[in-house]
T-cell receptor, first 115, second 113 residues
């Protein structure tokens, strides 16, 4: 299993600003995943973050808008840049602590509201 | 295009009955299928995983079936309880390529006492 801490848990941001979300895991993991969950919607994968290499972004998501850092095997950050109201969403960090089990563990999410 | 479809309408059932949720997918070759539970304001919690070569998997009051011919999974909760009320998400990981889990839209289950 894995315990994932995300910060901030929620924030209210002004249009045009950027916010960085932190994700800390209590064990070393190879890959960390960042998801977005818009109001009333399911989860959409933004990118996969490997330690020591650039993140892999899904279609519709770009590094300039969602830069990701992965400095070590227990930590990652996701920045939401130049925010607009459309970025209001819950952002979730996820890991698969046991390789090839398929079981994902999620943080509690960071709820962002952009005014 | 690839789709994972779950009944978007909420499912209301009486306590003690069996709840059955459906997950249909198109244009996927899943290595396995997973079910998660999500409570309001919380991250999803893993419940069960079933592989493409398995027909059925059970865990306590939960049962999952997987029909790769019909491209469908059924998720059953027997002897349902009000505490089972939540949104249930189906998720697939495709065979081949890099690891990526895609989620369905979820079905909200309400168990009525």
């Amino acid at each position: 299993s894995a315990v994932i801490s995300q910060k901030p848990s929620r924030d209210i941001c002004q249009r045009g600003t950027s916010l960085t979300i932190q994700c800390q895991v209590d064990s070393q993991v190879t890959m960390m995943f960042w998801y977005r969950q818009q109001p009333g919607q399911s989860l959409t994968l933004i990118a996969t973050a490997n330690q020591g290499s650039e993140a892999t972004y899904e279609s519709g998501f770009v590094i300039d808008k969602f830069p990701i850092s992965r400095p070590n095997l227990t930590f990652s950050t996701l920045t939401v840049s130049n925010m607009s109201p459309e970025d209001s969403s819950i952002y979730l960090c996820s890991v698969e602590p046991s390789a090839n089990t398929g079981e994902l563990f999620f943080g509690e999410g960071s709820r962002l509201t952009v005014l | 295009s690839q789709k994972i479809e779950q009944n978007s309408e909420a499912l209301n059932i009486q306590e003690g009955k069996t709840a059955t949720l459906t997950c249909n997918y198109t244009n996927y070759s899943p290595a396995y299928l997973q079910w998660y539970r999500q409570d309001p304001g919380r991250g999803p919690v893993f419940l069960l995983l079933i592989r493409e070569n398995e027909k059925e998997k059970r865990k306590e009051r939960l049962k999952v079936t997987f029909d790769t011919t019909l491209k469908q999974s059924l998720f059953h909760i027997t002897a349902s309880q009000p505490a089972d009320s939540a949104t249930y998400l189906c998720a697939l990981e495709s065979r081949g390529g890099y690891q990526k889990v895609t989620f369905g839209t979820g079905t909200k289950l309400q168990v009525i006492p």
